[in-house]
């Protein structure tokens, strides 16, 4: 077998609401072959991963795979399972898997679930399905793998270096059982919650709203102990020293025990307690780094109290790393058997730590790693009670005192930190603790405030070994997000097959009208506000999130088109709008789309991500669109249905506002809302920026979807009207039909590069001049099927009586003029007495069709890339056109019928 690419899809996808990797596999040799084919093949799997056993498969019961294996499947399927179970045993939780033909012999795809919060970039699907391959490959052969456990050891770790911790997963996991969309920065613990303007930012246990001041404070522990003694709060004396001296020093005037710890020390590093001789004080102050904080020991059990925003949420005694004898294991084989607890990792990864043992505590206890304690004697392995130690921690929320809560809270204002955990040292957390002033001065302070933490860490709190789990987690997202927030903003989808991009400039255009400023994602660019911030074919998964995670942004508006859907996934979770514009023919034959239903699937899957209760905006003149709602998992029920068309006498929209629904319909020469039996005009079709007096039916389809998603996202009917007026098409949507004058002859710039486009386009300029006054400069993307290009050329044969072919600097995988060699000869069969000649580039090509235009005729100019080729014109002198006198003679009501033609799919009639 043979891995021919792994893709990795980011978001909610064709194949599954998660993120997911999909792998295509070349069985090569094995094609034709099934495991029953090759003796003791399953029993020899089984053996090496016994865990397929309890694969369901299709059987939806363990053993379902099982009785595949025997029974005889094919062996991309076989890798399917193998890279799961793999996954589960290097610590990821997944369990979807499909393999899919890709209609050529031998050849799969694997389609496998990814963790949510995995980092897009990771290594480990790979280097997984690699793993799978090379062992369905081996067991084929006759061999038996050695044991996976050596094998599964790197990916294990990377896996585990590339999870979040169990603190920043417990926020996500909170977040998003509010809704709240979660976004993780790579392999960082830096996680986005919600979007836009409601966007907030999380890193573990600190927040876009950490104070940096009060971080600055909690990390330099004698600012800390200066700031909380000047208020009051009970503390232990102490004094920081920078030399051997000043240590000593503090321990003959404390008197011992003292506790000896860096100045900026973190997770219980360095520090050593205990200690009464200045030998003690010396080797500690050095193992510390010379920068330390010298401090009378404080009596009693250690405390973690956590605070988030002005609210005690949970708190653990912590009990230091130790292991309690039996009478016959050695100390070494204790910390072993304690370290095979499951819970416990290295570093933060799992909710404990395993276990470093100090040994130098060991002796000063009289152990050693190889001595046996009698049974039930302690043995403590680190003098700090961290969880970073190897600790471990009980909950005794419950159980504090009135008194301890208030200081708590007292402690962590007086630091300004809006998440901190207190670290106490008390006997007991249900009694209160004496103030400093009552105290005399000859007695050890009974308890108090040991060291104060930002970002605390929230293990001990999730996960105590003893008493109830406190979710923190979700204490941190009701602080970040109060009033029961699900931190969205209002956001639109658009997809279909044409008038993309303009749906969504007019719907950015009409939501922007309420003063509201619009992330936009289009073909050609990111906009924020109307200012362009990046230039690209913005129109998958990266772009939708840098418009979403943007924190000026209040409403969205994302063109989502089939490249990113098929080979990224979505860049979203749920909208609150999907709008689909139309489905025609276009793409066939790339990304395994073979037929219109392959797009439609695709393309349904916007509807599909339409959160429940929202609105769906489909055209009711496309019978694509309409067989929409048919699919189970639009689960078109659970929405809001609105239908647009230029046909208001369509079943589909008769039954719709029989039914009380709402539509956008083209009606008595008004662009018309229409619910139940109302009818509401907004604007005249005479009057509809980009549709030339009704000339171009489909841009006049494109104003009504805008309309309908915009009233949808709550623009009023009103603002609306307004900005539909205040629309300029040569501004606001250039290169759709944007219509220019050079000279004496008319130049229209438009973006048509499949069949029903340019039939769309054709019928407009005829409708304007006649059909034998076109000139058209022709570019088509070589990346389309011969019969896809071969229906462009028949367009453009009937619709025009010159035509200069050029191609674009990329040809897409083809050879160069391959493309212009086909769309001629096409064009010659369709229409023998057509002119057409090559040019060299779109400079050559705009300028030739310019010599064969006649004054009067109108150049339609085809682009790939909008930016030269509207350079070019200016150079040349073109200014903004007009429409031809007395070109709409007719009524517009008679040239809303012949679009129908366009939307049904068959783009060949012109007249």
Known sequence: MKIESVRRLRGPNVYLSRPAVVCRVRLEELTGRETSDVTGFAERLLRTVPGLAEHHCAAGAPGGFVSRLRGGTYFGHVTEHVCLELSQLVGRDVSFGRTVSTGEPGCYDLILECPVDEPADSA??????RMAVALVTEIESGAVPADLGDRLKSLTTLAEREATGPSTQAIIAAARRRGIPVERLGDLSLVRLGWGTRRRLAWAAMTDRTSGLGIDVSCDKEVTRRLLADAGVPIADGGVARTVQAAVALLASLGGPVVVKPRRGRQGEHVRMELRTADEVERAFHAAGGDVVVERQLGGRDYRVL?????VVAAAERIAAHVVGDGEATVAELIERTNADPRRGTGHSRVLTRITPDE?????????????????????????????????????????????TRLCLRV???LGLDIAGIDLRLPDIAAPVPPPSVLPSDEDVPGG???????????????????????????????????????????????GTNGKTTVARLTAHLLSGGGRRVGLTTTDDVRIDGRTVFRADATGPLSAQMVLGDPAVEAAVLETARGGLVRR???????DVGVITNITADHLGQDGLA?????????????????????????????????????????????????????PRQPVVERHLAGGGTAYVLEDGWLTQATGARRTPLVRLAEVPGAYGGAAPHVVADVLAACAAARALGAGQETVVRRLSEFDPAVDNPGRGTLLRLNDISVFVDYAHNPAALAATLRTLHRLWGAGRCVAAVTLPGDRRD?????????????????????????????RGEVSTLVEREMRARRSQLRAVRADGYRDAVTTAVRLARPGDVVLVLFEKLAPMMSLLASMGATAGEMPVGALAKAPGAIAAPARDLLSGTPSVLT
């Open 124 to 129: 480990v699907p790979a280097e997984l399905l």
């Open 307 to 311: 605070v988030v925003a002005g609210e």
């Open 360 to 404: 130098p505590l060991l002796a000063a206890q009289g152990r050693t790693l190889d001595c046996v304690p009698a049974a039930g004697d302690e043995v403590w392995l680190a003098q700090t009670a961290n969880l970073s130690t190897g600790g471990t921690a009980y909950d005794v929320t419950d159980r504090l005192h009135p008194d301890v």
């Open 412 to 414: 962590a204002d007086l």
């Open 449 to 495: 405030v040991i060291e104060v933490n930002a970002v605390p860490g929230l293990r001990m709190h999730l996960a105590p070994v003893r008493g109830r789990s406190r979710d923190v987690g979700d204490a941190i997202v009701r602080a970040m997000f109060p009033g029961g927030s699900d931190g969205r903003i209002p956001t639109a989808a658009v997809t």
């Open 569 to 575: 996934g979505l860049g979203y979770d749920w909208t």
């Open 595 to 647: 037929t219109i239903d392959d797009l439609a699937h695709v393309k349904a899957l916007v509807a599909e991500r339409v959160r429940d209760g929202g609105t769906l905006v489909l055209n009711a003149d496309d019978p694509w669109v309409r067989s929409l709602v048919e699919r189970p998992r639009v689960r078109a029920d659970r929405k809001r249905v609105v239908w647009f068309g230029l046909d």
């Open 787 to 815: 019969d896809q290009l071969a229906a462009c050329a028949q367009v453009v044969a009937d619709g025009v009586t010159r035509v200069v072919l050029y191609e674009d600097e990329d040809p897409r995988g083809r050879s």
